[in-house]
C-alpha cells in the first residue's frame, strides 16, 4: 500500500513537472481541469508500471516512456511540435530495454522501427502535409521500443482514435474539411493503447 502510494505520488510530480514544462508555465484558466487530469494520468502511469511489470529497471523503463508520450501529446498539442530530444529520448530507452524489458528480438525492434514511419513517410511525400516530420521520427524511436506487433496496433488505434475526433469535430461545426489536427497526441493515445491491448490485439487477429 504504501509503495502504492508513493508510486501515485511520484508519478502525478513528474508528470505536473512535464505539464509545466512543455506548456511554458502550466496549464491554466478555463483548461485549468486538463492539468488535473494530467496529473491523474501521472499517478495511473506510475501504478500501472509499478504492478504490471516486474522488477525495477522495467518498471521504471515503461514509466519514463510513458513521460516521454505525455511530454509529445502536451507539446504538439500547444506548440504544434514534437521535439526531437523526445525522439533521441526513446532511442536510449530502446537500449535500455533491451536489458530492463527483455523478450523482443533486434529484428522485431527494428522493423517496429520501420513498419509504421516508413509508410507514413511516402503518404507525406505523396500528400505534402499529411504527416509532419515529427511524427514520422516519433514512430520510427518508438517502434524500436515497442516493437512491430505493438507498433503496428498503436498506428492503426491512432488513425481510428484521430478519425474519430475529425468526424465528431465536423458533426458538432467545430473542424472543416482540411483542417490540420496536431496527430502526436493521437499517436501517443495510440500507443498507450498498443501497449495494454497490443499483444492481445494482433494474437486475436492472426488466430
Known sequence: MICSITAAAVGAAVFHIIERCCTRGG?????????????????????????????T????????????????TLTDFYRREIPDICCAAVIILAFLSVWTLPGLSVWERAAGSLCV???????????????????????AACGLFLGWKVTAV???????TAGGSIVYGMAAGRRKIGDA???????CIGMLMGIIWGNRVMEWYVS
Do not use: E, Q
Open 27 to 55: 496549464i491554466s484558466g478555463t483548461a485549468s481541469w486538463l492539468a488535473w487530469i494530467c496529473r491523474t494520468s501521472g499517478a495511473a502511469a506510475a501504478l500501472y508500471c509499478l504492478h504490471r511489470y516486474n522488477g
Open 57 to 72: 529497471g522495467a518498471s521504471l523503463t515503461m514509466f519514463w516512456f510513458l513521460c516521454v508520450l505525455a511530454a509529445v
Open 117 to 139: 514511419s516508413v509508410p507514413f513517410l511516402v503518404i507525406a511525400l505523396i500528400v505534402p502535409g499529411s504527416f509532419g516530420g515529427g511524427d514520422i521520427k516519433l514512430m
Open 154 to 160: 498503436s498506428a492503426a488505434a491512432a488513425v481510428l
Open 181 to 187: 489536427i496536431a496527430f502526436g497526441p493521437f499517436l
